[in-house]
Nanobody, 115 residues
Framework: VQLVESGGGLVQPGGSLRLSCAAS????????MMWYRQAPGKEREWVAT????????NYADSVKGRFTISKDNAKNTVYLQMNSLKPEDTAVYYC?????????WGQGTQVTVSS
């Protein structure tokens, strides 16, 4: 299983970023996919989930209405569109493939929201 995140960077408050996660080594269309994040000095927290077909998504309250998770099964890629970014969104963002009870993690991509 390999998950490679990209798209992180430095953005001003109110700006947008789109994270991508390229997956390989497993049947992507059968995986529950999630995004997590970990801010400095804090526990890793769940951000969003998308089901195998992409029909259902769920979000943490802190990002609801600002972030959108999506997937392209043909490209084996999951995305996280982040709008109206806030300084408190600063964190390392991780892509996760879930085959219960096992979670597979990417290496993470840094997102910094600062003026």
């Amino acid at each position: 299983v390999q998950l490679v995140e990209s798209g992180g960077g430095l953005v001003q408050p109110g700006g947008s970023l789109r994270l991508s996660c390229a997956a390989s080594g497993f049947t992507f269309s059968s995986a529950l996919m999630m995004w997590y994040r970990q801010a400095p000095g804090k526990e890793r927290e769940w951000v969003a989930t998308i089901t195998t077909t992409g029909a259902t998504t769920n979000y943490a309250d802190s990002v609801k209405g600002r972030f959108t998770i999506s997937k392209d099964n043909a490209k084996n890629t999951v995305y996280l569109q982040m709008n109206s970014l806030k300084p408190e969104d600063t964190a390392v963002y991780y892509c996760t493939a879930v085959f219960l009870p096992t979670y597979y993690w990417g290496q993470g991509t840094q997102v910094t929201v600062s003026s």
